[in-house]
C-alpha cells in the first residue's frame, strides 16, 4: 500500500520588456536546425538579461514621487515667515510636474483612478495657491476638476484611503484661501454629507483602530484635530505613519522637530518631491521573494534573498519599527524567516491577534484583506508545542477569511483582480498541502504586474509590480516542462523495455508517479533525481499490487530472496515470470541509480538501496501474513510496520543522491534520516488508512482506523478514531517541520531535509478525496503541470 494509491521624474517604472524566447524543443520541427540554434541562443541571452535586471532590483527599491505628499510639504511654512513655504522646491516641482490634462499624479493613470487624480490636484492647487504661484496651473486644475468631479462620488471608482474626510477638508482650506472650486450646489453637499457621515461613523467610539485611522488622515481633519493626541503615534524616524503628508501637517500644526527631520531627510534623498510613503524598503524587498518564490524563479536568486533575509533579520532581532509596525511587514518577516531556517519566535504575534489587538491597527480598522492574508499565511509556520499565539491567529484568520469570502466581501478592482481566487487558493491548499510546482502556475496566471498601489494616493514601484518577474517565471515554466516531457517519454519506453507493462494485475499510472517528482523537484538540473524517483515510484506500485493481490506466498518469499542475494541467475533462480519481470527491473534499475548516483556522490549506494528494498519487501510480506492468518496487530506493531510498508522508502531514498550535497552512509543511516523518514511515512500512513479504511475493511484488510478503536482508550466510533489520527498526523507534520527548518545541530542539508517536506506536499494531493488514482482532479492538475504550456500573451 504505496503511496501510488493515490522616464518621467515622478515614477520610476520597470524595464524595457523583452519577448519571451522560441523554445528549441517547440521549434525544431518548424524551422530549419540552424535557425533553431539561432533562436534558442537568443532565448538563451534574453532569459539572462531578464534575469540580470531584476538581479539589480534587489538593489534599490524604487518609489513613484508623490504629488499629493508632495503638495502637504509645499503647504508647511517658512519659521520666519508664514507668508514664504519652507520648502520652496517642493512648490517648483509642482509647478514643473503638472500633467497635459491639468491634473496632478501618476501619469498614463487608469480610468478607476480619477478620484485619486482629484485628490492630488487639488491638494496641489491649495499648496500653489497658498503661496500665490502658478496660476495658469492653478486655473487648469480647477478646469480638470470641474470636469472629472462627478467620480468623486462614483462608487466604482477606487477611493484613496480617507478620501471622504480629506477631499472636504481641503475644499474647506481652499475656501479659507478665497479660492473658489468648481464643484457645482450638488456636488458640493454630496461630498460635504458623505464626509460628515464618515466622521460620524463610530463617533464617540473608544475604538483604537479608529483613532489611528483619523490620525492617518490628520491632514483632512485640520484645526479640528486633536494634534497632541496625534503625535503620539509618531515613530522613532519622526514620522507619523511614515506618511509625509500626515507628517507635514503635524509640523505645521506643531513646529515638531522629529517631523521636520523626517521631511528634510526624505528630501534629501529623492530631491524636490517625497512619496506617499516612505520607508517601504523591508516590505518591498520581502514582497520582491514572495513574488519569485510563488512563480518558481527564486532559485536564481538565491545570494540576493539571502542577502535581503540577512538585513531582515538583523531588524527583526533589533525590534525595528519598519519590521514590526506593520502588520503585513511583520507577518512576512516572520514566514520568511522561519521557513528559511532563521530563529525567530512567534511572541510579536500577540499585538496581531485578530479579535484582540490587530482590530487597534489602521490595517484591522480597515479590514485590509491582504494584510489578514498575510497572518494566515504565517499562521501556518507552527513548529512549536507551545505557540498558541499561531494556533490562535490561525483560526481566527481562517474564519475571517472565509466569512468575507462567503459573504462576498471581498472586492477585487483592477489593482487587484485575483484577489479572491487567492484568498480561496490560501484557504484550499494550506502550508502543508501546497503543491509547489501547481502553486506556482496559478500564481504566474494570476500575476498582477500592475505595480501601483494605493494608500492616501497611489503609488507605484517596479519592486511591487514587475513584468521581468512574469517573463521570466512564464519561460523558466515552459523550459522545465519541455524538459519534463522528454522525460515522462523516456520513462514510458522504460516500462516496455521492462516488460512491466506485460504486467497486466498492476496499475500502469507512470505519468501519476511521474507527477508526484516533477510537481516538486521541477528544477531542469534535478532530472537524474526525478527519473530516479519515478521509476521507483512506479516500482513500488507493480510491487504493491503484485503482494496485494496477485502474487502467491511462494513468489513473495522468492522476490525478497532473490534481492537478498542480489547476484543471481534470473532464468532459473525465478520462480515465476512475474517474479523475474519485477526482480529484473528492480535490479536493472538499483544498478542505474548506482552508476549515476557514483558521479553525484563519489561512492557506491547500492547497498543502502537493496536494503532499503529488502526493508519494504518484508513489511509488505508480514502484512500479507497478518491477513492469512487473521491476526490483529497492536497500533505499535502496525505502525512501525505500516510505516515501512508505505513504501516511501526507495524512491525518497534514491532522489536523494542527485539534489547535490554529497551524503555519506553515516548521514544516509543515521537517527535524523531515520526520523524525518519517520514523521513523512506516518503521515502518509495515516492518511492513506483514513481516506480507504471503508474499503479495506470491505476486503478484510488491516487499517490504522479499526484499530485505533480495538486499541484506543476510549476511543468507540470511527469519527473518534479518524479525529484521534488526525490530530497524530497534525502533531507528526508539525514536528516534520521543525526538523526540516532547523539548523542547529543537523547534519543533514536542507535542501535534503525539504525533500521529505515536500512529499508531504504530495501526499495531501492524493489523499484530499480518496486514495486512488481515479480522480479527475488529479488528472487536471497533472496535465496543467506537463502538458499545458503557458501562453505569456494570453496573460
Request: hydrophobic share 40%; charged share 25%.
Amino acid at each position: 500500500m504505496s503511496i501510488s494509491h493515490p522616464n518621467k521624474p515622478w515614477c520610476f517604472t520597470s524595464s524595457t520588456p523583452v519577448s519571451v524566447g522560441i523554445l528549441c524543443s517547440q521549434s525544431a520541427s518548424m524551422v530549419p536546425s540552424s535557425n533553431v540554434a539561432t533562436k534558442a541562443k537568443s532565448s538563451a541571452l534574453c532569459f539572462e538579461e531578464t534575469k540580470q535586471r531584476i538581479k539589480k532590483m534587489f538593489n534599490k527599491v524604487e518609489l513613484s514621487l508623490s504629488s499629493y505628499d508632495t503638495a502637504w510639504v509645499a503647504m508647511v511654512p517658512s519659521p520666519h515667515s508664514v507668508q514664504a513655504p519652507f520648502f520652496p522646491q517642493c512648490v517648483n516641482w509642482l509647478l514643473d510636474n503638472q500633467l497635459c490634462d491639468g491634473s496632478w499624479g501618476l501619469p498614463n493613470r487608469d480610468a478607476f483612478l480619477v478620484k485619486d487624480a482629484l485628490l492630488s490636484t487639488l491638494a496641489c492647487i491649495v499648496a500653489l495657491k497658498q503661496w500665490g504661484v502658478g496660476e495658469e496651473q492653478m486655473n487648469n486644475g480647477l478646469f480638470f476638476i470641474e470636469s472629472n468631479i462627478a467620480a468623486a462620488t462614483d462608487e466604482k471608482q477606487l477611493s484613496p484611503i480617507g478620501f471622504d474626510i480629506i477631499f472636504p477638508g481641503m475644499i474647506e482650506h481652499a475656501k479659507n484661501l478665497d479660492l473658489n472650486i468648481p464643484l457645482g450646489a450638488t456636488n458640493l453637499e454630496a461630498l460635504v454629507h458623505k464626509g460628515e457621515l464618515e466622521l460620524k461613523t463610530g463617533y464617540g467610539s473608544n475604538s483604537e483602530g479608529r483613532r489611528t485611522y483619523l490620525a492617518y488622515v490628520s491632514e483632512g481633519l485640520g484645526e479640528s484635530q486633536d494634534w497632541e493626541m496625534v503625535m503620539k503615534y509618531q515613530r522613532e524616524n519622526g514620522s507619523l505613519f511614515n506618511s509625509p503628508a500626515t507628517t507635514a501637517a503635524a509640523f505645521t500644526h506643531l513646529k515638531n522637530s522629529g517631523c521636520l527631520e523626517y521631511l528634510s531627510s526624505l528630501l534629501e534623498k529623492f530631491g524636490n518631491a517625497v512619496p506617499t510613503v516612505y520607508p517601504l524598503d523591508i516590505y518591498a524587498r520581502l514582497f520582491m521573494i514572495d513574488s519569485l518564490e510563488r512563480l518558481g524563479i527564486d532559485r536564481h536568486f538565491k545570494e540576493e534573498i539571502k542577502s535581503v533575509l540577512d538585513e531582515t533579520y538583523r531588524y527583526w532581532l533589533q525590534g525595528k519599527e519598519e519590521v514590526f509596525l506593520d502588520t503585513t511587514t511583520c507577518a512576512m518577516a516572520f514566514r520568511m524567516l522561519r521557513v528559511n531556517g532563521y530563529d525567530v519566535s512567534s511572541d510579536p504575534f500577540t499585538r496581531f491577534l485578530l479579535e484582540d489587538h490587530f482590530s487597534s491597527t489602521l490595517g484591522g480598522y480597515l479590514k485590509d484583506i491582504g494584510a489578514v492574508l498575510e497572518l494566515f499565511r504565517a499562521s501556518e509556520i507552527i513548529i512549536h508545542p507551545d505557540e498558541s499565539v499561531l494556533e490562535k491567529q490561525n483560526f481566527l484568520t481562517r474564519h475571517f477569511l472565509r466569512r468575507e469570502l462567503s459573504n462576498g466581501s471581498i472586492h477585487t478592482d483592477r489593482l487587484n483582480k485575483h484577489l479572491v481566487q487567492e484568498v480561496d487558493n490560501a484557504l484550499k491548499f494550506p502550508y502543508h498541502a501546497n503543491l509547489e510546482r501547481l502553486s506556482n502556475k496559478r500564481a504566474i496566471e494570476h500575476y498582477n504586474k500592475n505595480n501601483i498601489r494605493i494608500l492616501k494616493t497611489s503609488y507605484c514601484s517596479s519592486n511591487i509590480g514587475n513584468e521581468d518577474f512574469l517573463k521570466l517565471a512564464v519561460e523558466d515554466f515552459n523550459i522545465c516542462q519541455s524538459i519534463h516531457r522528454e522525460e515522462l517519454s523516456h520513462l514510458a519506453r522504460w516500462v516496455t523495455e521492462n516488460r512491466l507493462d506485460k504486467l497486466k494485475f498492476a496499475r500502469q499510472k507512470m505519468a501519476y508517479c511521474y507527477f508526484s517528482t516533477v510537481a516538486t523537484l521541477f528544477a531542469s538540473e534535478l532530472s537524474d533525481a526525478r527519473i530516479s524517483w519515478a521509476k521507483k515510484a512506479f516500482l513500488i506500485t507493480v510491487v504493491d499490487d503484485f503482494f496485494d493481490v496477485e502474487g502467491s506466498e511462494e513468489e513473495l518469499v522468492n522476490l525478497i530472496q532473490l534481492v537478498e542475494k542480489w547476484d543471481v541467475k534470473v532464468n532459473t533462480d525465478c520462480c515465476s515470470e512475474k517474479v523475474e519481470i519485477i526482480f529484473s527491473a528492480i535490479h536493472s534499475t538499483i544498478c542505474e541509480i548506482r552508476d549515476k548516483a557514483l558521479t553525484w556522490q563519489g561512492r557506491s549506494v547500492i547497498n543502502e538501496m537493496i536494503d532499503s528494498w529488502l526493508s519494504l519487501l518484508k513489511s509488505m510480506l508480514k502484512e500479507a501474513k497478518w491477513l492469512r492468518d487473521k491476526s490483529v496487530p497492536t497500533m505499535d506493531e502496525y505502525m512501525t510496520n505500516g510505516c515501512i510498508s508505505f513504501g516511501l522508502g526507495p524512491q525518497v531514498l534514491s532522489a536523494l543522491y542527485f539534489l547535490g550535497p554529497k551524503l555519506s552512509e553515516e548521514v544516509v543511516r543515521g537517527p535524523e534520516t531515520g526520523h524525518l523518514f519517520e514523521l513523512m511515512s506516518t503521515c502518509g500512513r495515516l492518511m492513506n488508512d483514513i481516506q480507504s479504511f471503508k474499503r479495506e475493511s470491505d476486503e478484510g484488510k488491516l487499517n490504522a482506523v479499526p484499530l485505533c478503536i480495538i486499541h484506543g482508550d476510549g476511543i468507540n466510533t470511527e469519527e473518534e478514531a479518524i479525529k484521534e489520527l488526525k490530530s497524530v498526523i497534525a502533531s507528526k507534520r508539525r514536528e516534520l517541520l521543525k526538523l526540516v527548518l532547523q539548523e542547529k545541530s543537523s547534519v543533514i542539508p536542507r535542501v535534503v531535509k525539504d525533500l521529505y517536506w515536500k512529499m508531504i506536499n504530495v501526499l495531501y494531493l492524493f489523499y484530499r478525496k480518496d486514495d486512488r488514482f481515479t480522480s479527475n482532479e488529479i488528472i487536471n492538475v497533472v496535465n496543467a503541470i506537463i502538458e499545458e504550456p503557458i501562453v505569456l500573451n494570453v496573460l
